[in-house]
């Protein structure tokens, strides 16, 4: 039973072979590039990201087995924000400009 705990190089190629397989390399291609974009994310935003792989295994006979797979990231997402004034007197209205700024005619 000891032996289970053990990962060997064959395992590992089993897997990525898997990753590589499934959808003809479309779940690898999804995961590289979820991977790539949550990178990004965690670089520019500077909160944690993660990528999931998940692989679901369905026995189809004694001898076969089918893999279907998905690739999903949560990415921090920018929070634009910009500052506005309010003005009561006009039932609480929100503008760029101050609410007692005087405006220029355009000339």
Known sequence: MAEENIILAGHVE???GALKSVGKGSLAD???LNL???VKAT???GKK???TIKL???KQSDEMISLTGYSEAKIPQPKPTSSFYVDPMKGYQIGRNRPDQQILPNM
Do not use: D, G, R
């Open 56 to 58: 679901e295994i369905a």
């Open 30 to 32: 999804q995961a590289a």
């Open 43 to 45: 670089m520019l935003e």
């Open 49 to 51: 990201s993660t990528v």
């Open 14 to 16: 089993a897997l990525i």
């Open 36 to 38: 790539t974009e949550a």
